[in-house]
């Protein structure tokens, strides 16, 4: 593995400060007309706050030791206060104009690990203020909830120059851009991608009949040099041009909450590609630091520890 320390990774996209509510009965609701025993939930645990959207996968890159820029939206309120200390303690260089409100998701989870979302987007995402970052050897942007086929078609723009620059781009789409961009436009896209990441589940949006490594195989034919298919407790395929599809398992965690695996995977994967290491190399260094994150139920900042 060639070490590569002084490699800038440039990350855009939408930060959210995740507040995890745990072993909340989903679907117990009582109607109170006042004040009463039955307005209040008495907590067992705490309301545990850490990083999310592309907040974590910057956090976790400066924590793995990687020089990290991001271009985001951060409120000057108390939780964007919260972020912003998070990410300092990182060292990631924030490339953000001031927004007025902070992006947040508060999570309820019950007590077998199945989540529910409550998701405020914050501002929107400034995209083609990524192409100020001059010196960066991997850009890595990822889909949010205000993401719409607008952003998809700056995000392509942006794409092609960082790459006219010698640039490499990691794209996770997430799931919202599949809900408002055509297929043809997301192809276009993807055409001008070094390494496309995604979960099972959004990758196969148009080919659901596939298997998990036919659909590597496809997605390489559009463009991307590599294609990393997240899989949850099942671990991740993944592939290169010109080479055939593999697959890794992970460990399987029972009755845990997997918010934040996929920010740590992210983070892991584009470390260890900016230090030279092989695809499968980065996959398995991925799926061992998700796994961690997985087992230790904090996101990103138990994937360490």
């Not at 070094?194 to 196969?204: A, D, F, Q």
């Not at 596939?210 to 592939?239: C, D, H, I, N, Y």
């Amino acid at each position: 593995m060639t070490t590569t320390e002084n490699n800038l990774i440039h990350v855009a996209g939408n930060s959210v400060l995740d507040l995890r509510v745990r072993d909340v009965s989903l679907g117990d609701r009582q109607e109170v007309g006042a004040w009463d025993r039955g307005s209040v939930l008495f907590l067992d645990h705490p309301i545990e706050p850490t990083l999310g959207g592309t907040a974590a996968t910057a956090y976790l890159l400066g924590r793995l030791g990687e020089r990290v820029s991001l271009n985001t939206q951060v409120g000057d309120d108390a939780f964007g206060a919260i972020l912003k200390g998070w990410l300092a303690d990182a060292a990631v260089q924030r490339v953000v104009l001031p927004a007025k409100s902070t992006a947040a998701n508060i999570l309820l989870v019950a007590p077998d690990g199945t989540p529910r979302w409550h998701y405020y987007t914050g501002q929107k995402v400034e995209w083609r203020r990524s192409l100020a970052v001059t010196n960066a050897a991997w850009f890595y942007a990822s889909g949010y909830g205000q993401a719409t086929e607008a952003d998809l078609a700056e995000m392509c723009t942006v794409f092609k120059a960082l790459r006219s620059r010698g640039t490499r781009v990691a794209f996770d789409p997430g799931p919202w851009l599949f809900l408002h961009a055509p297929r043809e436009r997301m192809e276009e896209t993807w055409a001008h991608v070094n390494c496309l990441i995604g979960t099972e589940s959004e990758l196969s949006t148009w080919h659901k009949d596939e298997s998990v490594m036919a659909l590597v195989g496809r997605l390489l034919t559009l463009g991307p040099q590599q294609v990393v298919v997240k899989r949850g407790a099942e671990g991740a395929a993944f592939g290169e041009a010109g080479a055939g599809a593999q697959s890794l398992s992970t460990e399987r965690v029972d009755d845990a909450n997997a918010v934040g695996a996929g920010d740590t995977f992210n983070a892991a994967l584009l470390h260890s590609l900016n230090r030279g290491a092989s695809l499968d190399e980065a996959v398995e260094k991925a799926l061992q630091l998700a796994t961690a994150a997985v087992r230790r139920g904090k996101g990103v900042l138990g994937a360490l520890e």
